[in-house]
């Protein structure tokens, strides 16, 4: 919702609104012109002075009691979706969708990064903040626009894509969906909307991903996939773009175009795949390959994606490191923990994986409450605490010990109901050297900077 506040206010538009508390893209907003309340009240869309001309609201995350949408509706204010409008702003550009369950977020950033990198100026709307840019949305002077496309909510289905991205597709929303089948038929549905002179590009390391544009092809949209060799092999049905040929440094071959190298600093094979997957949507995008892998050289990556808080300097936990990430599907949890026991180990030092994870929605924790044990158990030591519903009620017997009675006997597992105890649990966790990580979606970023300070003043 940020996001496309902060293109709004760059286009001289009046913008108000208000959120739940008091936070960085609040003050964010309010620096830039923006008017924003903390607390929902009917009397906010006066803020400006007057009524506004239309309402906007992300539909998954507010429910339709919340008083400004009661009001809105009574007075006939107009009430759009976040999608409708970030469709909107998008007409007339060249428009880069990124899309899949997993890897959206720093896949776009990493598209931004490297097409700013070739001089594009891009107009972009990404779900996190870009850690050099310090924003997470901008209104660029360039024909190029590249921005996040949501499929929770089935919202991506707005958009007209000349380039779309699917990264991969597993399942999950199914408290929206209802079904397998349904999810993965959204993305059908999106690869449907990809322009006549567009391109669908697809991850070939992921085989549902791969299975969707063979689909696609079948329909007629043109499509090119990217990934490893051994991968593009399996696929050779599917017309490669970008082949991952060499890591450390990285290498993509672009058929018909060369290839190119770059190194990243931030660690994870999955990284590597999404910055393939950015190379080759920012040259479908009209720009030079060689100036886009000088964009990923220097992407330093988002905020709350193994985004780095800190390191303890001195005392009986020095060199342990705290980590945040936003991970909060079992597939995330694991390429994060597998990244981390990669760098640990090229360290060398014996040093361990630690893990404070806070599990996100209850339909989501009894959906995967095995597959989430078997991604914790990748850790050497993990605190677990009570379930974030956001949205939903609490569900009767769906608790965090569904995930902790599965982890396996070798990880260290303590179960943390209080949240202001969870720093000091996670330090009676944690030896010298060790990385720990905040992870989940809720509240649990929170922690990161607590546990840095128990960790940095232990005597």
């Known amino acids: 919702m940020s996001g496309v506040a902060h293109i709004l206010l760059d286009r001289g538009s009046v913008v108000t609104g208000s959120d739940v508390k008091d936070s960085r893209p609040v003050r964010a907003l309010r620096s830039q012109g923006a008017t924003v309340a903390v607390g929902h009240a009917p009397e906010n869309l006066e803020l400006a002075g007057e009524l506004p001309t239309v309402v906007v609201t992300s539909f998954a995350a507010i429910p339709k009691d919340n008083p400004e949408l009661v009001r809105a509706a009574a007075e006939g204010i107009p009430v759009i979706r976040r999608s409708d409008l970030l469709a909107e702003l998008m007409e007339g550009y060249t428009q880069v969708l990124l899309a899949g369950t997993h890897g959206k977020t720093s896949t776009t950033s990493m598209a931004v990064v490297a097409l700013q990198a070739a001089g594009a100026d891009p107009s972009f709307a990404i779900g996190g903040q870009l850690n050099r840019a310090g924003t997470n949305a901008h209104h660029g002077a360039g024909s190029v626009f590249v921005a996040e496309a949501d499929e929770s909510d089935a919202s991506l289905l707005r958009y007209k894509p000349d380039v779309a991205v699917v990264t991969n597709i597993e399942p999950d929303h199914l408290d929206y969906f209802g079904s397998r089948e349904a999810y993965f038929q959204v993305f059908d549905d999106f690869a449907d909307r990809v322009t006549d002179t567009g391109h669908l590009v697809v991850c070939l390391d992921d085989d549902n991903a791969a299975e969707c544009g063979r689909r696609a092809l079948a329909r007629g949209v043109r499509v090119l996939g990217y990934g490893t060799a051994e991968a593009a092999a399996r696929h050779a049905d599917i017309p490669a773009g970008a082949v991952v040929t060499a890591e450390n440094p990285i290498r993509v071959d672009l058929p018909g175009r060369g290839s190119v190298e770059y190194t990243l600093t931030i660690p994870g094979r999955h990284m590597v795949l999404n910055s393939a997957a950015a190379l080759l949507a920012g040259a479908l995008a009209g720009a030079d390959p060689e100036r886009l892998a000088a964009g990923l050289r220097d992407f330093t990556g988002v905020r709350r994606r193994f985004e780095l808080k800190g390191e303890v300097a001195g005392g009986p936990y020095a060199g342990a490191r705290v980590y945040d990430d936003y991970a909060?599907?079992?597939?995330?949890?694991?390429?994060?923990?597998?990244?981390?026991?990669?760098?640990?180990?090229?360290?060398?030092?014996?040093?361990?994986?630690?893990?404070?994870?806070?599990?996100?929605?209850?339909?989501?924790?009894?959906?995967?409450?095995?597959?989430?044990?078997?991604?914790?158990?990748?850790?050497?030591?993990?605190?677990?605490?009570?379930?974030?519903?956001?949205?939903?009620?609490?569900?009767?017997?769906?608790?965090?010990?569904?995930?902790?009675?599965?982890?396996?006997?070798?990880?260290?597992?303590?179960?943390?109901?209080?949240?202001?105890?969870?720093?000091?649990?996670?330090?009676?966790?944690?030896?010298?050297?060790?990385?720990?990580?905040?992870?989940?979606?809720?509240?649990?970023?929170?922690?990161?900077?607590?546990?840095?300070?128990?960790?940095?003043?232990?005597?």
């Not at 078997?374 to 974030?388: G, M, P």
């Open 328 to 459: 909060h599907h079992p597939t995330e949890v694991a390429a994060v923990l597998r990244a981390a026991r990669e760098k640990v180990a090229s360290e060398g030092g014996g040093a361990r994986v630690v893990v404070c994870f806070q599990p996100h929605l209850y339909s989501r924790t009894q959906e995967f409450a095995a597959e989430f044990a078997d991604a914790l158990s990748l850790a050497d030591a993990c605190v677990v605490l009570d379930i974030y519903g956001a949205r939903e009620a609490p569900v009767e017997g769906v608790t965090s010990r569904l995930i902790t009675e599965r982890i396996a006997g070798g990880t260290e597992v303590r179960l943390e109901p209080d949240f202001s105890a969870a720093p000091q649990a996670v330090a009676a966790l944690t030896r010298p050297g060790d990385m720990v990580f905040t992870m989940g979606a809720g509240s649990v970023t929170l922690l990161a900077d607590e546990i840095l300070a128990v960790l940095a003043e232990a005597q």
